[in-house]
């Protein structure tokens, strides 16, 4: 399965959209004030790939495991030390509550930190090419 982005960027607008099969959904970066800056930078987007990407997973596999999972919090963040250099620390925790005892929903919470797959992306250090 592959993924894509696609963002189109001027000094006044920036657009960006999830590409799905044949077609394309957009996604809002702060559509109010527009400047050169970006209103939703990269690492911002970085840290809410790790949320979301473990808060989808935790009711994937809760499924599988016959674990009940009604609510699920992720907070992650994130250190970057200078501009241009790449994050030196990414953490996040998790508040998840259900219907089953909370040995069960933390032992579920251990399992999917080993698979959700932009956690592995990271770890492994996938290689990120520019391609022309």
Request: aromatic share 6%; proline share 3%; hydrophobic share 40%.
């Amino acid at each position: 399965m592959r993924l894509s982005a696609r963002v189109k960027k001027t000094l006044d607008s920036q657009e960006a959209w999830v590409l799905r099969g044949q077609g394309a959904e957009a996604v809002s970066l702060r559509p109010e004030e527009i400047s050169r800056w970006p209103n939703l930078n990269g690492g911002e987007l970085l840290v809410l790939a790790v949320a979301t990407c473990y808060a989808n997973d935790i009711f994937r596999e809760a499924s599988g495991q016959n674990v009940s999972v009604n609510e699920v919090e992720v907070q992650a963040s994130a250190e970057f030390d200078a501009a241009g250099q790449p994050a030196s620390s990414i953490d996040y925790r998790v508040f998840a509550s259900g219907e089953s005892s909370d040995k069960e929903i933390q032992r579920l919470i251990v399992h999917v930190d080993s698979v959700a797959e932009v956690h592995l992306t990271i770890r492994n250090g996938v290689p990120v090419r520019l391609v022309n």
